[in-house]
């Protein structure tokens, strides 16, 4: 597909930031898996499936749920969302593939077994420069 996503995190339910790739970090990781999943949360008591995107000037924000994890990218506003969720998916399928489910249910040991995610995915994020 080609990388479109600047800015990833994948969290759990509760809020959980179980992985983040951001280019220019400026809240933790933690904090903005708890903002997100509120929004989301929040979205949800307002309209069946909650918020799919938003947009802040140039940038969009897109969410995708898959069993029980929400997976939010950051991209520019430029790009297409269809196309951005059609790469959210197929993050979401390399996750699953990658994690099984025994790690997946007792992430909350230790979330780092997810820090080498981005190996997986690198053709979809952009790249740091």
């Known amino acids: 597909m080609g990388k479109v996503i600047r800015n990833l995190w994948i969290l759990a339910e509760s809020g959980l930031t179980l992985f983040s790739r951001t280019i220019d970090p400026i809240v933790g990781p933690q ?3 708890g903002l997100m999943s509120a929004l989301n949360t929040f979205a949800e008591t307002l309209s069946e ?5 938003f947009e802040l000037s140039s ?4 969410f995708m749920k898959n069993n029980h994890f929400l997976f939010v990218a950051n991209s520019s506003n430029e790009i297409k969302t269809k196309k951005i969720l ?6 979401s399928k390399k996750f699953f593939k990658v994690y ?3 790690i ?10 997810f820090a080498d995610f981005t190996n997986y995915i690198s053709d979809s994020l952009e790249e740091i420069i």
């Open 31 to 33: 904090v903005f898996g």
């Open 104 to 113: 997946i249910t007792n992430y909350f040991k230790n979330i780092r077994v």
């Open 59 to 62: 940038v969009r924000f897109t």
């Open 49 to 53: 499936g909650g918020m799919s995107h």
């Open 100 to 102: 099984p489910e025994e």
């Open 86 to 91: 059609n790469e959210l998916k197929n993050i």
